[in-house]
């Protein structure tokens, strides 16, 4: 089986550095073809690949006998939709906003990390810049998010600078939308991420 979506070519594989990604159907011959040929690569390349980070998907007519089927001629593990690849989650339908959980929780980590030391505002203002505001750009740049994801980072954004984090409450003396304005018009001069969006959506 190829993927193939609406008017674009077939895909039989995707490829990146030491990621492979194969679609074919969960038929027993094409299974024991795939695991031949996966055998056949060890030996020749002296690679092996690991087993324990394999894994399978199946679509869902797939029966519970072809998905046993496969991992038993494979022996790798069964993930379902959403599973991440490359750093970004690959899904089905609509895009949903539990995706963009994971770079969250990545945020709010790098907050917690960063709860001990003893930040100016300018010294925040720096990690937005340079760190906060750099950690979502991968992802936003392949999925378009919704609306409330971006309301939900700016907000990290606006209340860390404001020295609202860890538990901590302080006073927001100016929204978030108000710190994206230029500097001459009393910002703070950094981008939104609705410009960031905007900006990728216009190269594709």
């Given at each position: 089986?190829?993927?193939?979506?609406?008017?674009?070519?077939r895909v039989s594989h995707?490829?990146?550095?030491?990621?492979?990604?194969?679609?074919?159907?969960?038929?027993?011959q094409?299974?024991?073809?795939?695991?031949?040929f996966l055998r056949a690569y060890e030996r020749v390349s002296g690679q092996l690949i690991n087993g324990s980070k394999s894994s399978f998907i199946v679509g869902h007519q797939a029966?519970?006998?072809q998905t046993q089927a496969v991992q038993d001629v494979l022996g790798y593990q069964l993930k379902h939709l959403p599973?991440?690849?490359?750093?970004?989650?690959?899904y089905k339908r609509n895009r949903k906003a539990c995706?963009?959980?994971?770079i969250i929780f990545r945020l709010r980590d790098l907050l917690q990390?960063?709860?001990?030391?003893?930040?100016?505002?300018?010294?925040?203002l720096a990690l937005i810049r340079s760190v906060l505001q750099a950690t979502p750009l991968h992802l936003l740049q392949v999925i378009h998010p919704p609306k409330s994801v971006l309301i939900t980072i700016e907000r990290i954004f606006n209340g860390f600078f404001w020295g609202s984090y860890n538990g901590r409450k302080h006073i927001h003396w100016s929204s978030w939308a108000k710190a994206c304005f230029p500097?001459?018009?009393?910002?703070?001069?950094?981008?939104?991420?609705?410009?960031?969006?905007?900006?990728?959506?216009?190269?594709?």
């Open positions: 089986m190829f993927y193939q979506a609406p008017g674009l070519i995707l490829a990146y550095a030491d990621d492979l990604m194969i679609f074919t159907t969960t038929c027993h094409n299974m024991e073809l795939l695991r031949d029966s519970s006998l599973v991440t690849y490359l750093g970004v989650p690959l995706l963009f959980d994971p990390g960063w709860a001990m030391t003893n930040l100016s505002h300018g010294g925040r500097v001459v018009e009393g910002g703070l001069g950094v981008h939104s991420l609705a410009d960031y969006v905007r900006a990728f959506s216009m190269k594709l």
